[in-house]
């Protein structure tokens, strides 16, 4: 295998994390360099399919990297549209109403005027369906997550989180403290050591456990009583970001926070986000009504920034009349019917697909550069599954998140197993000609 083969099927971005020089060029043009010979390869696996279609399991596409920009269909199984909710009449018609009525858009910060009567609604149908006092919305999920952590935690507290949390609570961890601990992933023998020597050096200061209710990487939940118990145990104040389950997740569609008595979700912090189940974007911040003052008056992510829009509230809402009714839970069983064929299927298949049964459905390829190849001929087959690869995932861990849809059919499923599967001989057959063990 020549040199410029090998340093594009091994060579990992995070190594261009940090940068030196003077000019913008000298600072970026490694990074570029690297993206030119993942394309040059077709494995340029960031922002790779630009689409001409709404979502659905086909959608109409082109590649970035194709001269001719050439249209053409795929099958997908890389968008997270789980509950099918922007496919769905009702809510499409709530966006087209609300332009009418509201505009599209709030033209000024939550703080000032930026709130409207629809983000009342909104803020209370979510809070009376967790049955907590209140939720906060914000404009995106990512901006929930740190403006939660920022304006609740102060720069001598202590936040410990799970190796495996987003980016968006690993930055606001670092932008809120320098007293950042980090236990491994799911490990709740772990936690506990942390939180008894943090527990006993610092008694007085506030302590802060972060986790996600399902994790999007490794389809993987949390035991959410136990991790609840240990923040009662230890004073400790529990922060669950439930972007990925809620409204997807259990018998009510109320995630995994559905474990937990009122009385208990009443005690924790919870985020939220729109871009899963809800068909758009946005996230909230809810919890007893004790935070919302300083969730409203210190998340610098939601007092300096316009408010959510009307278009994204107005889906929002019609998204979640619909997830937590009758017919909400009609489509969460369709839904989870799909989950567990996929899951059989490639087993079957002779794929390892790993975590809970969940929208996620991992399927693990473990060498990187085999997973690269895979991706390559994904595209060649037409079929739209996205990579996870390191750091996202461990070294040598590569996998491929399928991601199932309510409005997916068995016959779409069946299509991607055969796909991947001659996508995945393709690629053996090329590392075994191509490349040294």
């Known amino acids: 295998m020549d040199n410029e083969l090998h340093n594009a099927l091994t060579i990992n971005s995070i190594g261009y994390y940090r940068v030196k020089g003077t000019t913008l060029e000298e600072r970026c043009a ?45 099958l997908n199984f890389s968008s997270q549209d789980y509950m099918g909710m ?9 966006a087209k109403q609300v332009v009418d009525e509201l505009g599209i858009h709030t033209a000024s910060s939550p703080a000032f005027t930026g709130r409207n009567y629809m983000i009342e609604r909104l803020e209370n149908k979510l809070s009376q369906t967790l049955g907590i006092d209140q939720v906060v919305l914000y404009t995106t999920g990512w901006m929930a997550c740190f403006g939660a952590i920022n304006s609740l935690a102060g720069e001598n507290d202590i936040i410990i989180l799970d190796a495996f949390a987003h980016n ?20 709740l023998n772990h936690l506990e050591e ?4 943090q527990r006993e050096q610092n008694p007085q200061i506030g302590i802060f456990i972060v986790v996600e209710s399902l994790y999007s990487m490794h389809a993987d939940m949390i035991d959410i009583q136990r991790f609840y118990e240990l923040s009662k145990t230890y004073q400790a104040i529990l922060i669950v970001d439930i972007a990925h389950d809620f409204g997807v997740y259990g018998e009510k569609g109320l995630g995994v926070v559905g474990q ?42 939601y007092t300096f920034s316009n408010s959510i829009s009307p278009l994204q509230t107005a889906v929002a809402l019609k998204s979640a009349e619909i997830l937590f009714s009758p ?37 693990v390829v473990g060498d990187g550069r085999l997973a690269r190849i895979i991706y390559r001929e994904n595209l060649k087959q037409r ?24 409005t997916h059919e068995k016959e779409h499923i069946d299509e991607a ?5 001659i996508s995945y001989h393709e690629a053996k057959k090329f590392i075994d000609e191509n490349c040294e063990n």
């Open 30 to 74: 490694p990074l570029n360099e690297y993206g030119e010979l993942r394309t040059k390869y077709g494995i340029n696996s960031y922002g790779y399919a630009v689409l001409h279609s709404p979502v659905a399991p086909y959608v109409k596409a082109h590649l970035t990297y194709d001269p001719e920009q050439k249209i053409d269909e795929f």
């Open 260 to 301: 937990l008595t009122p009385e208990q979700r009443q005690d924790i912090v919870i985020i939220g986000a729109f871009t899963k189940a809800f068909a758009t974007n946005g996230g909230f911040v809810g919890g007893s009504n004790t935070i919302r003052g300083r969730t409203m008056l210190f998340s610098p992510s």
């Open 383 to 406: 079929l739209l599954a996205n990579l996870a690869e390191f750091p996202a995932v461990p070294r040598n861990q590569s996998l491929f998140r399928f991601q199932l849809m309510a």
């Open 194 to 197: 942390i939180l008894k020597k």
């Open 327 to 363: 017919e909400g839970n009609k489509i969460r069983q369709k839904l989870y019917d799909n989950i567990n064929y996929a899951r059989k299927a490639f087993t079957e298949a002779g794929f390892e697909v790993i975590g809970n049964p969940s929208p996620i459905v991992p399927v």
């Open 168 to 187: 968006s609570l690993q930055t606001a961890a670092k932008a809120t403290t320098k007293q950042i601990f980090k236990f491994r992933h799911n490990d």
């Open 86 to 94: 922007s496919q769905h009449t009702e809510v499409r018609n709530a």
């Open 417 to 421: 197993v055969r796909r991947f599967t």
